[in-house]
Every structure is written in C-alpha cells, then in structure tokens.
C-alpha cells in the first residue's frame, strides 16, 4: 500500500492541539475517544479535544466515527427500597387479613393510595366490590402470590438500581409501563465519538512532531514588551478548509406552527387562546363530559395540587350546566343523570384539549358568523412512546354559521390537509361526548393507518348555555402528527430532541 506523503507546509500549519492530538492517539495506538484521552490527561474538556479532532479530520489526519446507544435509566432511586405503590398496598391488604376498604388505604397510605389501586386492578392483584357504603379491596390469588416474590417490573428497577440498561436489552411491556409512572423512568442516549488516525496521520507523527506554545494573538503588551522576538507565532493556512457553517434558521416545529396559522388566517380565521390551568368545569363539564367519564381519572389528566381547586363565580351558568348533565335542562336532552357536583367541577386541571379554548370563545363571541383557530399545548398523562406525548400540540378550531354542516365540516377538513400537501386521508365515525355528529381522521403512515384527530358538531346541551342556536363546527388536529407525516419522522420524541446536526440539515420551505 503507498502511504501518502505529508506536505511540510501542513505541518508547520498544525495547532498546538492538534499536534497534542496526533501524539495522544499515537500513544493509545492510533484510536480513542474524547473520554479516553481526557482520562488519560492529554487533554482537560471534551470541546478541545473534538475542535481538533475535526480540523485533523479535515486535513484528512484523521477520521471520527459515532456510536449512539440509548439506554433506560432510573430517576426515582427511592422507589426501590420504599416499593412500588401496588407492592405497599398488597402487604397493607394482607397484614389487614386479605381484605380492607379503600378509605382505610388511604388512611395507611395517603401519599400513594389512590395510584396503588389503579395498578391493583390493572395487573389483578386485588378486586374491588361495593359493600354497604364502602369500596373493598381483596386480594385476589395472584394478589397473595405476589407477596412472596419480586414482580417482573420490580425486578427490573432493581437492576436499573445498579446501572443504565440498553434499551434492545429491556423487555418492552415493562417500559411502557414504568414510563406510564411518572418521573420513575427516563431514556438516555449516549453518544461514543471515536477517533482514528489516517496513515496520513500516522506518517505526520513519523515524521516528529515538537510541542511549543504557541502565541495566536499579538497585542500590544507583547510588541512593547520586545516577547515577540522570542515566541512561535501560530501559523494560519489561508488554504485552509473551514468547517462548514450553517445559516440560522427557525425550529421546523416553529415554521409548521407559522405554516398552519398562514392557512387558516387565509381562509378569514382568528386566533383564540385559553390558559394552560382551568377548572374542570370549563375543560370537561360545559363541554357536557359526564363526572364519572373515563377521561377525569388521574390516569388520563392532571390535577393540580396548588391551587387544588378554582371557584367558578357565574352561578347561573353553574346552574344551567348543573341541570343539564342531571336532567337536560331545557334542551330536549334527558341529560346523564345522578347529581351533578360542583366540587368535581371546580377541581383545578391542566387542560386536556384546546376545546377549552372554542368553548370559552363562543361564551365571549356567541353571533354568528364567527370563525376561530388556536395552535395550542395541551396536557395528558399518556406512557411516552413513538406517537404520544404527555405534552404536547392540537390545531383547534370552530365556525359558528347559520349554513354550517357536516359536508362543511369534511369539506374544510380535506382542504386544510391538501394545502398542508396531503390528499389522501381517511374519515370514519366517532365519539366525543360533546360532538354529534363526529369524526376522526387518518393518515396511512409506514404501513398503518394514523390517527391524526377528531372533529364533529357541537350538541345543543354544548351550545344551549351561552343561548348560541346557530349550527357550531369543531375540529382538533394533532400537531406534531401533522410534522411526523410532513418530514417523515417515525418517532415522535424525536421532535424535541435537541440534535444540532438535524436541525441543521432539516430543509428550509
């Protein structure tokens, strides 16, 4: 093999650091990473240490390969010597003999309680029966068995106890459903940059390499002071490739955001805003979301604990909404019966969708024709995974119009997704308590059908409150499955990473 011939020149041109650099990776034998020279003590900061590695890189000196490795990590430490929530309440159950009412839990266990019964039920270690005025907890077979062994998950946390576990090698049910604990578990990633030297970069060493400092800035102090005649100068190489600099630009997320409100604002649309805290009241129930809704329990929202509660002052409207989950008020409906509490109504929540925001917006702009949009955060405890996020963006939005239907509805809907660049998108029936008729919609995305959202009409016990008669379309779009299927992105986390390099090489449009 002919091994390259260094030019003299290039020597003479090289840095103090990159000079270190050569002589460091010779001494390990031609290959190391940052973490080993810095061990070594050839070199104090990572920064230094890849600044010279790429410049040698581009002298073709050497050459820097990447290995990324993502691993699960504990966060909460605690949880393995205190246990699981389910693994204290089992004990809680046996030592009171199988069997114990949920309020006498809770009194044992207040911190935890409420999170320890939804996972009793969830993995069968106890059943829950009404008897008289109490909810009873028993421990079911697989509920006595689970307190002479370490459960799966359990057994899992307390490897992770010991060190980060890569995620191929973890068993996947049991992540999601540790992450759906939350703060219990965390991805990490971990990025290995290895440098190799080139034969070029070995024949550079060969040829003898002499580290002296070196001056890279002449100031006055070292001209008055005659230094200068005495100093090595650091040599610049006009010739030089420089490192390739990208222009600034915006996040995509914040161009797509900036894409969708051009839309919209083109087709006469305003935009609409709602605070992230609001009372369940307006969140759930005027959007006439029955109290004992799936959707409430903490599985699904986030309550607050300060301020633990928001007081609604309109009593009228409080009454009207009272009477319409009851008994229908006066809208016809026979409503959903039981009694209506103020108590569950006034809980304070971090949104759940930006319908809040339409419906708070026609409580302020109830004549028609009034059309209105919002591009907005919401909060859901959803386990993270490819396409779900506890935090994360709905396109919301309402025409109030006397004409509007819901051939208006689809129509709109196939014309906001075709100006975003995508014609093919299904619709089939759905269920919001809130809409009837509704929707959902989807997009055949890598070999599955995604969902991207849902929309319907507003119902007249929605409407009845704020005396709005006029025809109310809705709709809410997910935001960042909207980004997913424009850049073809397969996991949704990846849009809030904070990788240079993409953002760098994502397309300007």
Known sequence: MVIPMVDKEILKGLSYNEKRLLLALDARKGTATSAELIEDGSFELDVEVMRSALWLESRQMATITEDVQKYIALEDTSVVDKGLPERIAIECISKAGGKMSMDELSEVIPDVSKVAIGWLKRKGLATISREG????????????DALGKVLPDEAFLKLLAEGNIREEDADKNIVKDLKGRQGLIADKTVTTRTIVLTDLGKEAVACGIELKPEVTEITDRIIQ????????????????????????????????GAQVRRIFT??????????YVQPAFWNLDVLYTPQDHPARDLQDTFY?????????????????????HENGGDTGSIGWGG???????EMALLRTHSTVSSIRYIAEH???PKKAFSISRIFRNESLDSTHLPEFTQIE???????????????LIREFYARMGFDQIRIRPGYFPYTEPSLELEVFFHGKWMELGGAGMFRPEVLAPFGVTTPVLAWGFGFERLAMLKWDIKDIRDLYISDIDALKKNPVF
């Open 339 to 345: 009694k209506w509490s103020r108590e569950k109504a």
């Open 366 to 368: 109830p004549d028609a």
């Open 397 to 411: 939005g309402i025409i109030i119009d006397e004409n509007a239907d819901f051939d208006m509805l689809i129509s």
């Open 266 to 275: 083109d087709m006469g649309f305003t935009e609409m805003s709602s605070e």
């Open 225 to 256: 002071s005659g230094e200068w005649k005495d100093v090595e100068f650091r040599r610049y190489d006009v010739n030089t490739v420089a490192p390739e600099i990208a222009p600034a630009k915006k996040h995509p997320l914040s161009r797509l």
């Open 133 to 144: 005025d109490s909810n009873m907890l028993t421990l079911t077979d697989a509920g006595r």
């Open 304 to 324: 607050l604990e300060s301020p633990a509660s928001i007081h609604i002052d309109d009593e009228e409207l409080v009454d009207t909404i009272r009477n319409i």
